[in-house]
C-alpha cells in the first residue's frame, strides 16, 4: 500500500485533523480527495480525462444519496460521514472542471479564480461545510452537484466543438 503525503491543499478540519500526515487509498474517493492527491504526487492532470471522470464522480454521489436518503428519516448523524465524501466528491468535480488540483485549505479565495462553477458558490458550501449531517445540507448538495455536473458537461462539449 502506498501512502500519499497529506498536502497542505487538502487541510481542512472537516475532513482531516491536524495530527494526520499521510493517507493510504481504501477504495476509489476513499479517503477524501486521494484520487487528486495520487495524481498530485504522481503530476498527472486527472482533468485530461473529465469526459470519463465525470461519470463516475456523479456515479459515486448518486451511490452515495440512495444510501444517505432513508438514514436522514430517523438516522440522520449517520450520515455525516457519508455527506463529508459527497462534499469531497463535488470538490474534486469543482476543482477539476477548472483543471486544476483540489485545495480545500483554501478553498474560498480559490473560488475567485475559478471560471466554471456554481451559482453562490461560497454561501452554499459554507452552509454545508458547516452543517453536513442537516437534512438541507444534503438538499443543496444534491443541488449543487445536478448544477455542477450541467456545468461540467457543458464545458466539455464546448472542448470537442472547438477541436
Known amino acids: 500500500m502506498t501512502e500519499y503525503e497529506l498536502h497542505q491543499a487538502y487541510r481542512h478540519p472537516l475532513f482531516y485533523d491536524e495530527k494526520d500526515q499521510t493517507v493510504v487509498r481504501q477504495s476509489a474517493f476513499e479517503p477524501s480527495f486521494i484520487e487528486d492527491m495520487i495524481a498530485r504526487a504522481e503530476e498527472e492532470t486527472p482533468w485530461d480525462d473529465i469526459e470519463k471522470l465525470i461519470p463516475v464522480i456523479i456515479g459515486e454521489w448518486k451511490r452515495l444519496a440512495d444510501v444517505m436518503r432513508p438514514l436522514f428519516e430517523d438516522r440522520p448523524k449517520e450520515t455525516h460521514d457519508l ?22 485549505y483554501d478553498w474560498e479565495s480559490e473560488l475567485d479564480h475559478l471560471e466554471v462553477k456554481i451559482v453562490n458558490p461560497k454561501e452554499r458550501i459554507q452552509f454545508v461545510l458547516k452543517r453536513p449531517a442537516v437534512y438541507f445540507s ?24 472547438s477541436r
Open 83 to 104: 455527506m463529508v465524501k459527497g462534499l469531497s466528491l463535488f470538490l474534486t468535480l469543482l476543482f477539476w472542471t477548472n483543471e486544476k488540483y483540489v485545495n480545500v
Open 138 to 161: 444534503f438538499i443543496q448538495l444534491d443541488e449543487m452537484m445536478t448544477e455542477m455536473h450541467k456545468m461540467a458537461a457543458k464545458k466539455v462539449a464546448m472542448k470537442k466543438k
